[in-house]
């Protein structure tokens, strides 16, 4: 059975800090390349951070660079996406994404960054 559990979502000020989980079981994880993705209300998923198989090499939304970190742990079947400086546009529902033979996609957490 495949499962990406997101974890640590939540209300936090303008200016702080979270980190997010994403708890992978059922495929082999380290074949994968893991991302995450936002969606706003009313709008379009974008996406946020990936980062390679190995996690030598990462991309990132121009709108997240210098303020988010993807990273992963592939003895854990984890990646991580921390966000620092946040601010209300970073407001959304997060989902972590698997892309390698097959794709898959957590539930989703909500990240809510107040006024």
């Known amino acids: 059975q495949v499962q990406l559990v997101e974890s640590g979502g939540g209300l936090v000020e303008p200016g702080g800090s979270l980190t997010l989980s994403c708890a992978a079981s059922?495929?082999?994880?380290?074949?994968?390349?893991m991302t995450w993705y936002r969606q706003a209300p009313g709008q379009g998923r974008e996406l946020v951070a990936a980062?390679?198989?190995?996690?030598?090499?990462?991309n990132y939304a121009d709108s997240v660079k210098g303020r988010f970190t993807i990273s992963r742990d592939n003895a854990k079947n984890t990646a991580y996406l921390q966000m620092n400086g946040l601010k209300p546009e970073d407001t959304a529902v997060y989902y972590c994404?698997?892309?390698?033979?097959?794709?898959?996609w957590g539930q989703g957490t909500q990240v809510t960054v107040s006024s």
């Open positions: 994404n698997a892309y390698g033979q097959y794709t898959y």
């Open positions: 059922g495929f082999t994880f380290s074949s994968y390349v």
């Open positions: 980062i390679a198989t190995t996690g030598g090499s990462t």
